[in-house]
C-alpha cells in the first residue's frame, strides 16, 4: 500500500510518483467523496485539486486505453456515511461494482478485502 503523505519530505514530482503507483499497482483504490465526484467528472476549476485532477486523469487515461483490464484494478469504495453518487460517472457507479464499507472492521469491509485478496467468491454492489 502506498500513501502519498507517508512518503518523506524529499522533493519529487507528484505526477510521476502517482503515474508509477497507479501503473504498477494491482488495484487502486478511489475513495467515494463530493470532491472525488467533482474532479473526476472534470467539473473542479483548474486551479483547485491539482493533484486530484492529475490522479482523475490518469485514471480516465488507462481506462479509455484498456478498459477490460482497468475496470477490474480501479475499485471504487464507499465509505460509511458516503453513497454511490459520490462515485465519478467514468467509474460507472450504478453500472460496475463498486465496494461499499459500513463499518472501519474487517466484516464491515469484507467485500473490499476479498476483492483485494483476489477473492472469486465475493463481489461488489452494482446499485
Same mark, same amino acid.
Given at each position: #500500500? ?10 519529487? @514530482? ?26 473526476? @467528472?472534470?467539473? #473542479? ?10 490522479? #482523475?486523469?490518469? *485514471? ?5 486505453? @484498456? ?11 464507499? *465509505? ?32 473490499? *478485502?476479498?476483492? *483485494?485478496?483476489? @477473492? ?8
Amino acid at each position: #500500500m502506498h500513501i502519498d503523505h507517508l512518503y518523506d519530505s524529499t522533493r519529487q @514530482d507528484w505526477y510521476v510518483w502517482a503515474h508509477e503507483q497507479i501503473t504498477t499497482a494491482d488495484f487502486t483504490l478511489i475513495i467515494a467523496s463530493p470532491a472525488c465526484c467533482v474532479v473526476g @467528472d472534470g467539473q #473542479m476549476p483548474a486551479k483547485l485539486h491539482r493533484g486530484l485532477q492529475s490522479e #482523475m486523469g490518469i *485514471l480516465r487515461e488507462l481506462l479509455h486505453t @484498456d478498459r477490460a483490464q482497468w475496470t477490474k484494478r480501479l475499485l471504487p469504495v464507499v *465509505l460509511p456515511g458516503g453513497t454511490p453518487d459520490e462515485i465519478p460517472l467514468f467509474l460507472q457507479p450504478r453500472t460496475v461494482d463498486h465496494y461499499p464499507v459500513h463499518a472501519f472492521t474487517k466484516a464491515g469491509a469484507a467485500d473490499l *478485502l476479498a476483492a *483485494l485478496r483476489h @477473492d472469486p467468491r465475493v463481489q461488489g454492489v452494482a446499485a
